[in-house]
């Protein structure tokens, strides 16, 4: 088998790890200047807010293990492909040579065993280190059951390593991944973490997880709270959310249609909450066990509790801002800067970056509402016109990505 054709094969099982999202694009050239090329290339996103291409691939997709929702299962009739580490490196260079990609997000089945796999991954990126004196971003992925002296050794090369917990409970792990344990899992994650505080260039980047969302029963609450768990204890960058992609038929996977990717949705505005706002799961929730599909978390949260509202924006605190459905960190920053200067109006608070459409509904400047609109006391009323409203542009306006709130909520984080 050519190389050509192991990056396609392992190229396109990569593409269900959401660590980053795929490009998608199949468009064929042969002239101009750049390039699509589909196999393994994807996008990811810096801190600063950059678009990056990394070069996304498995080491290989032969598996010991059956994991029920997994196209890589052993149990699975697919074409198989094994690269060695000097083909990725040779990829990847010659990839970032021609200006293709900026870094490496390198992952694995388990072949022959967890051991030989992270070796594998280990002779990769050393290669890449030293013989190439490759610098650029890397990724790797942190075998479970792998030697902890192993994942050390990789943890000095890469910039930043993942495990992934795929599942939110013990009783899902054992059902849908039964060569799996809890244990396998955690350890290497706690390893990383302990070894992070206490070597400064061990994982620079951090380390992150994925989690697969719709597979079992497992409710948005016991999710959530998973998570929060994890970026408390072992100081994750990020908890990724996967809605599952039907692969097999299997009969241990919870019968029911693919989840909307609205609720992936939700399940990351709330994961940005618990991180950036300083929610936590319990507030989030409360009695409910799953996030509501029609509103986000935050107006969830608000219109539990009407009795804070509305917030008067030139006396409220930061921590009372933030709360304000539509005023996101910087607007609320911007908010208690600008109002030392002079009393806020709504036009400043447009200006400001508050999304108005639905703080309105919230909040107060200098004593009046918006537009002398009267503040609804029943979270029902407050509810509907909310839906209401954005039905209504959704109907009468044309569709448009910069619009979206998907594409505020992440650029401005303005949630």
Same mark, same amino acid.
């Given at each position: 088998?050519?190389?050509?054709?192991?990056?396609?094969?392992?190229?396109?099982?990569?593409?269900?790890?959401?660590?980053?999202?795929?490009?998608?694009?199949?468009?064929?050239?042969?002239?101009?200047?750049?390039?699509?090329?589909?196999?393994?290339?994807?996008?990811?996103?810096?801190?600063?807010?950059?678009?990056?291409?990394?070069?996304?691939?498995?080491?290989?997709?032969?598996?010991?293990?059956?994991?029920?929702?997994?196209?890589?299962?052993?149990?699975?009739?697919?074409?198989?492909?094994?690269?060695?580490?000097?083909?990725?490196?040779?990829?990847?260079?010659?990839?970032?040579?021609?200006?293709?990609?900026?870094?490496?997000?390198?992952?694995?089945?388990?072949?022959?065993?967890?051991?030989?796999?992270?070796?594998?991954?280990?002779?990769?990126?050393?290669?890449?280190?030293?013989?190439?004196?490759?610098?650029?971003?890397?990724?790797?992925?942190?075998?479970?059951?792998?030697?902890?002296?192993?994942?050390?050794?990789?943890?000095?090369?890469?910039?930043?390593?993942?495990?992934?917990?795929?599942?939110?409970?013990?009783?899902?792990?054992?059902?849908?991944?039964?060569?799996?344990?809890?244990?396998?899992?955690?350890?290497?994650?706690?390893?990383?973490?302990?070894?992070?505080?206490?070597?400064?260039?061990?994982?620079?980047?951090?380390?992150?997880?994925?989690?697969?969302?719709?597979?079992?029963?497992?409710?948005?609450?016991?999710?959530?709270?998973?998570?929060?768990?994890?970026?408390?204890?072992?100081? #994750? +960058? !990020?908890?990724? %959310?996967?809605?599952?992609?039907?692969?097999?038929?299997?009969? /241990?996977? @919870?019968?029911?249609?693919? =989840?909307?990717?609205?609720?992936?949705?939700?399940?990351?505005?709330?994961?940005?909450?618990?991180?950036?706002?300083?929610?936590?799961?319990?507030?989030?929730?409360?009695?409910?066990?799953?996030?509501?599909?029609?509103?986000?978390?935050?107006?969830?949260?608000?219109?539990?509790?009407?009795?804070?509202?509305?917030?008067?924006?030139?006396?409220?605190?930061?921590?009372?801002?933030?709360?304000?459905?539509?005023?996101?960190?910087?607007?609320?920053?911007?908010?208690?800067?600008?109002?030392?200067?002079?009393?806020?109006?709504?036009?400043?608070?447009?200006?400001?970056?508050?999304? #108005? +459409? !639905?703080?309105? %509904?919230?909040?107060?400047?200098?004593?009046?509402?918006?537009? /002398?609109? @009267?503040?609804?006391?029943? =979270?029902?009323?407050?509810?509907?016109?909310?839906?209401?409203?954005?039905?209504?542009?959704?109907?009468?306006?044309?569709?448009?990505?910069?619009?979206?709130?998907?594409?505020?909520?992440?650029?401005?984080?303005?949630?």
């Amino acid at each position: 088998m050519d190389i050509l054709e192991k990056l396609q094969i392992l190229g396109a099982a990569a593409k269900y790890d959401v660590s980053c999202a795929s490009s998608g694009s199949k468009r064929e050239t042969n002239y101009g200047i750049g390039s699509t090329f589909t196999a393994g290339i994807c996008h990811s996103w810096t801190d600063d807010g950059r678009c990056i291409s990394l070069l996304k691939v498995l080491f290989t997709n032969e598996c010991l293990f059956d994991c029920a929702y997994c196209i890589n299962r052993k149990s699975n009739d697919i074409k198989r492909a094994t690269f060695t580490p000097y083909e990725v490196a040779e990829l990847t260079m010659n990839f970032y040579k021609r200006n293709y990609i900026e870094g490496l997000f390198l992952s694995s089945a388990i072949k022959n065993s967890p051991d030989w796999t992270m070796e594998m991954l280990y002779k990769t990126v050393y290669l890449l280190r030293y013989k190439y004196q490759f610098n650029g971003y890397i990724h790797v992925k942190a075998i479970p059951y792998a030697s902890l002296d192993l994942i050390r050794r990789t943890g000095f090369l890469a910039d930043r390593m993942s495990v992934n917990i795929e599942l939110p409970s013990e009783k899902s792990l054992k059902l849908l991944c039964p060569n799996k344990t809890k244990e396998s899992i955690l350890k290497p994650m706690e390893f990383i973490t302990k070894v992070g505080e206490e070597e400064r260039n061990f994982v620079s980047a951090g380390q992150s997880t994925q989690m697969i969302i719709g597979a079992t029963d497992d409710s948005d609450r016991k999710i959530i709270t998973l998570s929060q768990h994890l970026y408390k204890k072992f100081k #994750l +960058k !990020r908890v990724y %959310y996967s809605a599952y992609t039907p692969v097999n038929d299997d009969p /241990r996977i @919870l019968k029911v249609e693919k =989840p909307p990717l609205l609720r992936e949705h939700r399940l990351y505005q709330a994961d940005w909450l618990i991180r950036v706002y300083n929610f936590t799961a319990d507030e989030l929730f409360e009695k409910d066990e799953n996030l509501d599909l029609e509103v986000d978390p935050k107006v969830m949260w608000a219109l539990r509790h009407l009795d804070k509202f509305p917030v008067e924006v030139n006396k409220a605190s930061y921590e009372e801002l933030i709360r304000v459905p539509g005023i996101g960190i910087k607007s609320a920053r911007r908010i208690i800067k600008n109002r030392v200067f002079h009393s806020l109006d709504f036009d400043d608070l447009k200006k400001i970056g508050v999304v #108005l +459409k !639905r703080a309105k %509904y919230f909040i107060t400047c200098n004593g009046k509402t918006y537009e /002398r609109h @009267l503040i609804d006391t029943v =979270p029902e009323k407050v509810k509907l016109q909310l839906i209401e409203k954005k039905a209504a542009e959704q109907k009468v306006k044309q569709l448009s990505f910069f619009d979206s709130e998907v594409f505020t909520s992440v650029i401005t984080g303005e949630i």
